[in-house]
């Protein structure tokens, strides 16, 4: 079975750096593409970025470029996503997805991040 | 890259059919039949519902239909169901940055 496990609700105050991670099984985790959305509280989905775990090869939304670092570990079949400074406007649920035929076909449960001082 | 445009809402009555509109580019939707779309349910994640423009994973009923037009993909349902209340999003695949975008989302009521 494919299940994306992502790490727990995180509350952290601004300026604190933080990373959550994303832990694929049941497939071959090197093999698909990896993406990263963001859901801001009572708002749409934002498309932030994806990795390719075999190579690392990771590509950014212009809105999330330089604000966020994607990353991942495929000895352990997990990526993730992290940030430097946190922000009161990071906010949010976010959720990982594998990637099949360009659709994100298999979701995590979300981690919620909530920032405030 | 923007988002790509949907409805905010689109209503119907049990057993009706729906549509729902995505309106890109030619540097998304036109240039590609890179389209997806997604039902969330509040609280959840969300759902594929269909992938390549028009394509089913198993499991989804054979209620939901895709298609695509110029820079305009529609997602269908037809048979509307009280469950199908719930938002709805497309995305693209986008050359602008060799990657993908959303759509702005639809709330779909079941009347």
Redesign the interface.
């Known amino acids: 079975e494919v299940q994306l496990v992502q790490s727990g609700a995180e509350v952290k105050k601004p300026g604190e750096s933080l990373k959550i991670s994303c832990k694929g099984s049941g497939y071959s985790f090197t093999s698909y593409w990896i993406g990263w959305v963001r859901q801001m509280p009572g708002k749409g989905l934002e498309w932030m970025g994806i990795i390719y775990p075999g190579d690392s090869d990771t590509r950014y939304s212009p809105s999330f470029q330089g604000q966020v670092t994607i990353s991942a570990d495929k000895s352990i079949s997990t990526a993730y996503l992290q940030w430097s400074s946190l922000k009161a406007s990071d906010t949010a649920m976010y959720y990982c997805a594998r990637m099949e035929r360009y659709g994100l076909d298999y979701w995590g449960q979300g981690t919620l991040v909530t920032v405030s001082s | ?1 923007s ?1 790509l445009t949907q409805p905010a809402s689109v209503s119907g009555s049990p057993g009706q059919s729906i549509t729902i509109s995505c309106t890109g580019t030619s540097s998304d939707v036109g240039g590609y039949n ?1 389209v ?1 779309w ?1 039902q ?1 349910h509040p609280g959840k ?4 519902m ?3 423009v028009s ?1 089913r ?1 198993s499991g989804v009923s054979n209620r939901f239909s895709g298609s695509k037009s110029g820079n305009t993909a529609s997602l269908t349902i037809s048979g509307l169901q009280a469950e199908d209340e719930a ?1 709805y ?1 497309c ?1 693209s ?1 986008t050359s602008s ?9 639809t709330k779909v009521t079941v009347l």
Do not use: H, M, W
Not at chain 2, 45 to 48: E, I, R, S, T
Not at chain 2, 97 to 105: A, R
């Open positions: 890259q988002a890179y997806s997604y969330q994640a969300p759902k594929l269909i992938y390549e394509n994973p938002d999003y995305s695949y940055s060799s990657n993908y975008v959303f759509g702005t989302g």
